[in-house]
Structures are given as C-alpha cells and as structure tokens.
C-alpha cells in the first residue's frame, strides 16, 4: 500500500475495531485480584458483596487462594462446608459476569498432610570428613527419619582441599567399609534427606510437607487429593484456570528416581561422577550441567506436563508462574497451557520477561503477570499512581493479564482495619481511594486489550547460556537451582538496558527454545558470555547470519560468528543495525515502547516510566502514514495527524498513551482543541474543609492532614470554595488544575524495605486522590498526572461552587490500628508461627494527605480569526 492510496475495507474495519476496543474493552481484558480466604472461615453475605464490589469496580475476576487463619477456622480445608462456600463463590462469579481462578494448593507450595515421606521433597546432604591411616566402617543409617545414604567415597588428602579423585566406597551389610590407607583421607558421605520444608502459609487442616515435584506419583496424589475435590465441588465450566505460584522448593535437588534418570537421559551412570557437584572445576561442569538439566526434565515430565494432563482431562487450562525451584527453563513453560510471570523493571530481566518471552515463543496470546506483590510496603501505603506505574512496567515487559495481589476477604465485623495479608498490599474498598480504582481498572483494561492484538513485535533474542547456567548452579558453585535468577547473573543489565533504550524489544531464547523456531524471526540476537553453546545452537545462530542477520557476542569467549561487542557498546551497535519504529529526537531513558502489529495497523504503548515530565519529536519507520493518540484513562482521541509531519509527544510522570498506526482516516470524533489563548484564575482563598461528624472549617491551602493535628486520620474530607465566571467564548473550554508533580526521593529511599518495593517517586497536588464537582455536577476522579478535567459542562456565568471530595490512603489509620497486631499475636499463639506482618511500623513514613496545593481554573478559548 503506498501512501496515497487510502485504507481497504479491511484495514478501515480493524482500525474501527481498535478504537472500540480503546473506548470500551472487554471485560476479559481487566485486571483480577488474588483473592485471599483466611482459615478458611468466611461468610456468604461478605463473598458477595466483595464480588460485587469488585464487579462494580470494572474488575475482572479472581484468583482464590486459600491461606492460613487469622481467627479459628470456622471448618477446614476442603470440608464439605468449604467447598459448599467455594462453589457459592463461583456461581456468584458467573451471574456477575467474571472470571473464577482456582489455586491447586493451600499457601505454597503445593503438599499437605496427603504427603508422606516417601512423595515429599528431597535434597543431598554432603558429610565430608578427614580421616587418619587405618580401616574404619560407618553406620549407613541416619537416626532422622527418611534419610537414606546415597553413596559414599573416598579421596586423599586434609580436608583444607577437595580431592582431585573421589573413589566409591562399598556399603555391606548397613556399614560403609574404608579400608586401610597412608596419610590424610577425606570420606564423603551423600545422603539423600526431605527437605523438611512444610507448605507455608497453609490453611487449617492443610499442614504438611512439600511434595516431590520430579515424581509423577507425588503430583498424582496431590491432584486426587487436592486437585479432585476441587473441581468435584465446583463445575469445571465455572472456572477459568487452575494456578500453581511460583516454584519455592527451597534446596530441592534430588529424587530417589534420579540415579536411573540421569543414566538413561545423559547415557552413563550419576553416583561415580556426583561428587562433581561440589567441584567448581571447568573439567567437570559438563556433569553438573547434565546433573540439573536431568531435574529441569523430571520437573518438567512429572510435574507440569501431570497437572496440564489432568486439568485437561477436567476441562479446565492449566495456568503455570514457571520459575524457581525445581529449576525451570523457558522452554519449560511449553507443557503448560497459561503463562505468567512477576516482577516490575522493564529494563531488568524479570520472572515476567521468562513468561512472555516463552509466550511468544509458544504462540500463547494471554500472558499474565501477578502485579503489586510488593508495591510501596507496607500493607495500605500503596496509592492509585503506584499501582498504575508497577503495572505499566509489566505491561512493558510483554505482559498483558494482570492479576493483582491481592483481595484479602476480611469479615464485616471485623475489629480495626480488619483483615489482610502478612505481606503485600491490600487493594480493596478500604481504601479511602477506591473511587479511582473504577478508573484506573478501566485504563489498564484498555491497555491490556491492546497489547492482546496481533503478534508481539521483537526484533531482538536474548540468548540464554543455558548449559553455563545449569553447570554453575548449586552451592559449591555460589550458585542457586533457580533458572532464572542463574540466568540474569549472567545476562549483564546493560544488555537488556541497551535493548529497551534504545525503542526496541527482545525475547529470552534458550536451546530448547530454539528447537525448530526460524532463524529469520529475530534480525539479531545477542548471545551474552558463555563458555559452552551445544551443536545445534550453533548451526541455528549460523543460520541467522546466512538469513541477513546479526549476532553480536557480549563478552563471550566462545565464536559463534558475528561481531563481538562490550556491553557498553552494545547500544551502539544495536544502533547500526536496527532502528526502532518511532526514533525521538534525543535520548529518552525512561520511555517504554511496546509494538504489536495487526492487519493493516500497528499499535503502540509509550509509558513514562520516571519521575520528570518528557516531551519529544518522534519520527516513524512505519509503513504506514497516519497516526492516532490516545488517552488510556479517559478511553478519548487525543490527536490524530501524518506521520510524516512527525509526532509530538508529551507525557506527564509515570503517564502512558497509546498510538495506532495505519493509512485509515481519523475518526469522525475530533480529539480536543489544544489551549490557543485563554485566562487562570487560582483557586488559592475562601476554602472551607468538612470532616466526617464535623462542621465546615476555613482553612489554608495548601492543607497536609498530618500537620494539622490529623496524622491518624484515613477517610475523605470535603473541600469546598466559590469563583466568579464570565460568560465563556464560543468553543472554550473550561479545565480544572489541581497542579503538578515534585520528584521526591530515590531508589536509596527504599533501604530497608521488604521485597522490590515499587513506589512512583513523585508527590502530587493532592494527597492520593479528588473526586471533582462543580456546581453539584460530578466531573470526574483525579488520581494521577495530569491532574487535570473538564468541567466545561458543569460552570456557569457568575458564581460557582468548587468542590473537591478528597481522600488518602488507609496507612495513616494502619499507623495507629492495635487490632491487627493482638490479631496476629492470638493466631500465632493458637495455630503456630504460619506468617509474621511485615513492617507496620513503617506505614506513617513521609505521608502526606490533604489538598497540597491550591488548584487553577484556566479558560481555553479557540484564538481569533486571522
């Protein structure tokens, strides 16, 4: 299509499409909320009307979880009781119009009193002691249950150092035999032991151990045990997904199959080499790769492949966070049918850059992602702004589900601020900020819609050095059995920095990844330092360059062709091979790009990822001539125009918009004017505040709660004042401003704090959120920049009445509520220690709630003819 031939039918109906989807999403689209039963002990009445909250809130679903109790546990886990509620829940959840998630275990991860010792986790014990010239036998029996000796050796030398050679040692009748020696020896003695790791945060009468994820008969009797009863009680056509978290298996290295395993996979026997496991010597790292990539096989067979099967076989998809421990890959998301990840930083390589990448690598066009696990910690810190800038950077690493972590069910009559989660947020309707959620639920829906639109644009693949990875995990190495965490110790973050700097995307590729996937698909790939790529590699890396594209090694001392590069100069080189799809016009660090392209248009997020305002000249390589902006929160055409005329973008802190790209005309709704001349008139005098219970009382702005003798005050207050207008010009346009942002702090200010904390670093004008009316007409809710409306509608000539129902957030309440702390102490003293809150007594740090600067009302009228 040239530029000046218009838009086909096609093109003009998908395009009209888009702009629907912008407008209106689907409710498939929105975010849902793990929901988390406590006990369990809830009620219907309170199931209800937190599902209708949500619903009414635009939410579009949710995960249950099922945890530990905060008060006695009014039945136990999987009772008939509890199921009898579990299925109420979902067919609420159908009337409603949602999406119902089931957990396949209580807390994480999955086990329970259905595990015995022989289905639990396992690991190796090393016992290595020197010992003097002379026979000695040692007992083959441990006196903790279920250990069991795996091998025993002998090696020469003091134990200052690691034997060059570690001899098997017979095992006779219940006694390792050593026999008579010269010299210093070591005997090393493996044992294979459970972990002793029990499900954590279990529900009441769900306690146990973990089970063993490389044994498809302990996956099975979860599933009979766990996984049945579930879907007995409520229809599988009722639920959207069953959900394992992520991988958490602490230490999980081993499993009585292993030995017979790794001999029929790798082709030679494990126990004469295993002592390679505690070798950091390259000649023998080949056996430590094979060692746990035999584990990434048997958790991979045994377990996901299982459950997938299983939940197929009940008609329900199998969705998977497919990272941790036991170690998984990228390609080992391919036997699950749903992807998620977790993990904000779109320039880090993240659990939720694992997901996507293998989504797009197996076709899957969902990719989910659990958001705001620890967004500005403590419970109750977290404002509308933070949650919509963590959920921008998941967006911008491929994502396009977001389940928010989380909904803690919290009964009616519960005392203080009531219920919630040891750790976390706590994102429901006792915030006082809960009139923008409606809005920020619809914002990220649209956002979230659009990035499910044609197929993800990558023009980068990051390789993974997938046999270093796996050789160097293991304590002995300094090393852990997480994949990924392995992998981004060995993928410099200038790589994937320089990557996203410069406009452009990648996906993580692995060698199971590559395994039929078309060398033409990426026209570079990246292959960070490594000291082994298998054969096959190699060829599909040759096959790139002989298809026109570019390799470019990063500190790798093994050549595999192309062009070796710092990593430093990585940026560079990207830059003289690849040109992103929208060029601006200097530098632009803090700016996320996504691209998806359609049939006949591309679509586009940019999202300010910073603190400071940006404003940029951006120039395409599209093939396409026209462009459209829009306002994700608002769901209207910003302005439209040529892409060759350039595109001027402004994008306020932590703001994003969405572009789409074609040859089809602008829609027939013009965006708004921008301001030409117009008039301000600050609202700076004449204000009066209304408390609840109280009268109205002049007051100052600006106005912070916590200086005026309210710092344990969480709620809404009402703000008030009066402004002369004159009669407006034909075409103007009347706009409140509440005012700017100020950067405050850095990533030093969250020293201390528990987890990635994420927190948008800018303060606004109001402290979180305004619900606007003027002249008792609602104009609308402002919880982020620009924090600016319309009221062109709502004002008049002559007196005007201005107010503003301003809210905070719940931590100023949380920094006095004593209820919460007596909660957890009687549950701990009656159930155990199952969980501890976390940093509560940090909820009050550098608050600031109230009216925080004096709002303008500007006039923007059309400038005059001529």
């Known amino acids: 299509m040239t530029a000046a031939q218009p838009a086909d039918a096609g093109t003009q109906a998908q395009v009209e499409r888009l702009r629907a989807g912008l407008a209106d999403p689907p409710r498939e689209a929105a975010p849902m909320m793990r929901w988390w039963w406590f006990g369990p002990a809830v009620e219907r009445a309170e199931l209800d009307r937190e599902l209708t909250v949500m619903a009414a809130a635009g939410l579009g679903g949710v995960e249950v979880a099922y945890v530990y109790p905060l008060e006695p546990a009014t039945t136990t886990l999987l009772s008939e009781s509890f199921l009898a509620d579990l299925r109420f829940a979902a067919e609420r959840v159908r009337e409603l119009g949602l999406r119902f998630d089931l957990t396949l275990g209580t807390g994480w991860s999955f086990g329970g009193p259905h595990i015995d010792t022989a289905l639990a986790a396992r690991r190796l014990r090393w016992d290595r002691r020197e010992i003097t010239p002379g026979p000695l036998r040692i007992g083959a029996t441990s006196p903790w249950p279920g250990e069991e000796l795996v091998a025993a050796y002998l090696g020469d030398g003091s134990e200052q150092e690691t034997p060059d050679v570690f001899t098997p040692l017979p095992v006779t009748d219940g006694e390792v035999r050593v026999p008579d020696g010269r010299g210093p020896r070591q005997v090393l003695l493996v044992w294979s032991e459970p972990t002793g790791q029990n499900v954590k945060r279990a529900a009441a009468g769900a306690e146990g151990p973990v089970l063993d994820h490389y044994s498809a008969a302990a996956t099975q009797r979860h599933l009979e045990a766990f996984g049945d009863p579930l879907l007995d009680a409520v229809d599988p056509a009722l639920v959207g997904s069953v959900f394992c978290d992520s991988l958490e298996v602490y230490a999980a290295d081993w499993t009585p199959a292993l030995p017979e395993e790794f001999e029929r996979r790798r082709g030679y026997p494990l126990l004469p080499v295993l002592p390679a496991l505690l070798s950091t ?18 958790y991979e067979e045994n377990f996901v492949a299982v459950v997938q099967r299983w939940a197929a076989g009940r008609g329900v998809p199998f969705r998977l966070q497919g990272y941790g421990v036991p170690p998984a890959t990228v390609a080992s998301y391919r036997f699950a049918d749903l992807f998620e990840g977790e993990g904000w930083g779109w320039k880090r390589l993240t659990q939720t850059r694992w997901a996507s990448s293998a989504a797009h690598r197996y076709d899957r066009p969902v990719v989910s992602a659990e958001v705001w696990t620890w967004l500005h910690s403590p419970s109750f810190r977290a404002t509308p702004l ?21 909904w803690p069910y919290s009964p009616p009559d519960a005392p203080g ?27 990220l829906s649209r956002l979230s819609w659009l990035l499910r639109q044609g197929s993800p644009v990558a023009d980068v693949a990051v390789y993974v050095p997938l046999t270093d990875v796996l050789a160097g995990m293991g304590s002995a190495t300094g090393g852990s059995l997480d994949a990924w965490r392995e992998t981004a110790r060995r993928v410099p973050a200038e790589v994937t920095a320089a990557v996203r700097e410069h406009g452009l995307d990648y996906d993580l590729v692995d060698d199971e990844v590559l395994d039929g996937l078309d060398p033409g698909r990426y026209p570079v790939v990246v292959v960070p330092a490594t000291t082994t790529v298998p054969e096959p590699t190699r060829a599909w890396l040759a096959a790139v360059q002989e298809r026109g594209g570019t390799v470019l090694r990063v500190g790798s001392p093994v050549d595999v062709g192309g062009r070796a590069v ?8 990207l830059g003289e091979v690849l040109e992103p799809l929208l060029v601006p016009d200097r530098p632009t660090p803090s700016l996320g790009v996504v691209v998806r392209r359609t049939a006949g248009a591309e679509v586009v997020l940019l999202a300010n990822t910073g603190p400071e305002p940006l404003q940029r000249s951006l120039t395409s390589r599209s093939p396409h001539t026209r462009y459209e902006q829009w306002d994700p929160v608002t769901g209207r055409l910003v302005r439209a125009g040529a892409l060759a005329d350039g595109l001027a973008l402004e994008l306020e802190p932590y703001q994003a918009t969405a572009l789409l790209l074609s040859d089809a005309p602008a829609p027939a709704e013009p965006a708004l004017p921008a301001a030409a001349h117009g008039s301000s008139t600050p609202l700076a005098d004449g204000w009066s505040v209304t408390f609840p219970g109280e009268a109205p009382a002049p007051v100052d702005v600006p106005h912070v709660w916590e200086e005026t003798g309210r710092p344990g005050f969480s709620g809404t207050a009402r703000y008030a004042t009066t402004v002369e207008l004159d009669a407006l010009p034909d075409g103007a346009r009347v706009v409140l401003d509440l005012g700017g942002v100020t950067p405050v702090g850095d990533a030093g200010a969250d020293e201390g704090l528990v987890g990635p904390s994420y927190r948008a670093r800018v303060r606004g004008p109001v402290g979180e959120v305004a619900t606007v009316e003027v002249n008792g007409t609602g104009c609308g809710v402002l919880w982020c920049p620009p924090y600016r409306v319309d009221v062109t509608d709502a004002v008049r000539p002559g007196r005007n009445e201005v107010v503003l129902e301003v809210a905070n957030t719940a931590a100023n309440a949380l920094s006095v509520d004593e209820e919460i702390h007596r909660l957890a102490a009687e549950a701990e003293r009656r159930d155990g220690r199952r969980f501890r809150m976390q940093q509560l007594d940090r909820a009050a740090e550098s608050v600031r709630s109230g009216l925080l600067a004096a709002p303008t009302l500007r006039v923007h009228a059309p400038a005059p003819p001529g």
Do not use: C, K
């Open 281 to 298: 010597d390259p000649a023998t790292a080949a056996v430590r790769a094979d060692y746990h990539r035999t584990l990434v096989e048997l």
């Open 417 to 443: 601020l009531g219920w919630f989660f040891y750790a976390a947020g706590a994102y429901d309707d006792r915030n006082p900020w809960w009139p923008a959620m409606p809005g920020l639920v619809a914002a």
């Open 566 to 573: 710092a990593a430093g100069s990585l940026a560079a080189a």
């Open 386 to 406: 933070d949650l919509q800038g963590e959920a921008h950077e998941h967006l911008l690493n491929g994502v396009n589900q977001l389940i928010g972590h989380g």
